[in-house]
């Protein structure tokens, strides 16, 4: 059983470009979420996949985008990039209608927006 | 909306001692999951232990044990024998019951070190 994978595991933007973070679920999970950890924070919640169609949105712009695959993994994508978006993203699979628990997360990528 | 809170930025333990790390939420629901997350320097966020709010015993995991109050929406992890291992930052989180998969809602943390 394989578990979450995400790529890069760093990167370095420049304010203003658009970037794109890759994260591949757990074998047999079909749910994907994606959490942004600001530096000294807990991860907060940006949106969810199912289906591959957004399935729930935390407080963030709609210049964070996503898309979920018909293999389960999903990509986000954020445009105009600011420098508070420097943060860890992380992403968590599951399954649906799974009840308790049940995430799995990878172990990040490390946005540093300059 | 939902809040978490963890009040202790910082704690320390000595090997083999027992901790305790405080949680406290804010919440109208009366269904809901609480959880402990371990985040070690690997940023992999880790599931310790979760409680079902229906259930009045307090989750038992090996050497991780909590108690749940939930009259006064407090949510505390014991750590016993604490081990080198077990530093790391340690997240409470919150999840509003639901049919399909709600998003977790997490405090801000608390940073665990263990002394030799």
């Known amino acids: 059983e394989t578990g979450v994978t995400q790529s890069p595991t760093h990167l370095i933007k420049t304010r203003g470009q658009q970037v794109t973070l890759r994260c591949s679920s757990q074998s047999g999970h079909n749910t994907v979420s994606w959490y942004q950890q600001a530096l000294g924070q807990g991860p907060q919640f940006i949106f969810q996949y199912y289906r591959e169609e957004e399935n729930g949105r935390g407080n963030f712009p709609p210049r964070f985008s996503g898309l979920q695959f018909p293999n389960y993994s999903s990509e986000l994508n954020v445009n105009a990039l600011e420098l508070d978006d420097s943060a860890l993203y992380l992403c968590a699979s599951s399954e649906m209608n799974r009840g308790l628990g049940g995430y799995t997360f990878g172990s990040g990528t490390r946005l540093t927006v300059v | ?116």
């Open chain 2, 1 to 116: 909306a939902q809040t978490v809170t963890q009040s202790q930025p910082e704690m320390s333990v000595q090997e083999a001692e027992t901790v305790t790390l405080s949680c406290t939420y804010d919440t109208s629901e009366s269904d809901y999951y609480l959880f402990w997350y371990k985040q070690p320097p690997s940023r992999q966020m880790i599931l310790v232990i979760r409680q079902e709010a229906y259930k009045q015993q307090n989750a038992t995991e090996n050497r991780f044990s909590v108690n749940f109050q939930k009259a006064a929406k407090s949510f505390s992890l014991k750590i016993s024998d604490s081990q080198l291992g077990d530093a790391a930052m340690y997240f409470c989180a919150y999840r509003r019951y639901n049919s399909g998969n709600t998003p977790l809602v997490f405090g801000k943390g608390t940073r665990l070190s263990v002394i030799a």
